[in-house]
């Protein structure tokens, strides 16, 4: 029996089925790219968030009495505790004091403003200091003060920064602000600035609702707006609203990640 060729109508019909199979897969092809940018855009603005709340949680957990000094929706101005110790007595002109060990990285970099010592069950703050580290261990010895093992020495002017025995901390004034970007043009970034120097690009993108918020009182209401005594402030709640770098396939919107952290920190009034 001789084959049968295929007619015309039958290769039409196949014709329209294989164009629909391949719509089809074109179409999930499609989907699962997009799926997949999607994804990746939430992936990229999860990571600029993450890394905006570790860097400012780390330093607003050491916030201590009266260490809030002027806050805004966009912005946290605060001084951050470098290192702990006693003080001794004077030896050269300074004010000999044994720190705790801290951090080496982070000391090494700080910038500090100031020292507050406690006197009388409550904290004063000395600003314009020079910190420079010191070889007076006789100044400690003959106070009964011991430098611990990874501590360090240091010598403070003016000598009038505290008084033997006194136990005291360094601080640095640390600045947070989301504004305007250099890393990406048009966008919100995170900045960070240690005293009166110059703002540090941290993280980029956020979107323009990324703001502060603040926790007051025993019951840590949260507040829009800062209230007039800082003092009653116990924590600020980091509205970080990150968005993607790039918006992800199909859409014309940017991927956004919404972190919000509360950080609860120790602020009452001296």
Do not use: H
Not at 106 to 132: C, D, H, K
Not at 140 to 160: E, H, K
Not at 204 to 212: E, Q
């Amino acid at each position: 029996m001789a084959n049968r060729g295929f007619t015309l109508v039958e290769l039409i019909i196949g014709i329209v089925v294989m164009a629909i199979l391949a719509t089809a897969l074109v179409r999930m092809l499609l989907s699962d790219s997009r799926f997949v940018s999607r994804q990746e855009a939430l992936l990229t603005a999860r990571q600029t968030a993450r890394a905006a709340a570790n860097v400012m949680s780390v330093d607003l957990r050491m916030v201590s009495d009266s260490g809030l000094l002027a806050v805004s929706a966009d912005s946290v101005y605060f001084r951050s505790p470098v290192a702990y110790g006693m003080a001794c007595t004077i030896a050269a002109g300074e004010r000999i004091v044994a720190l705790l060990p801290t951090d080496s990285a982070m000391y090494a970099s700080a910038n500090p403003a100031g020292l507050a010592r406690r006197r009388g069950g409550v904290y004063s703050f000395v600003e314009g200091i020079t910190v420079a580290n010191s070889v007076s261990v006789a100044a400690c010895t003959a106070d009964s003060v011991r430098l611990v093992p990874d501590g360090l020495l240091v010598g403070i002017t003016p000598d009038t920064a505290a008084m033997s025995g006194e136990i005291v901390y360094l601080y640095q004034n640390v600045t947070y602000r989301f504004m305007a970007s250099t890393d990406m043009p048009g966008r919100l970034g995170l900045w960070r600035r240690v005293g009166g120097g110059a703002y540090e690009e941290l993280a980029a993108p956020f979107d323009s609702t990324a703001r502060f918020r603040f926790l007051v009182g025993p019951s840590l209401t949260r507040m829009d707006t800062p209230p007039a005594d800082l003092t009653t402030v116990n924590g600020i709640e980091l509205g970080i609203v990150a968005q993607s770098y790039v918006p992800p396939q199909g859409q014309s919107e940017y991927q956004l990640f919404d972190l919000p952290i509360r950080v609860v920190f120790v602020n009452k009034a001296n």
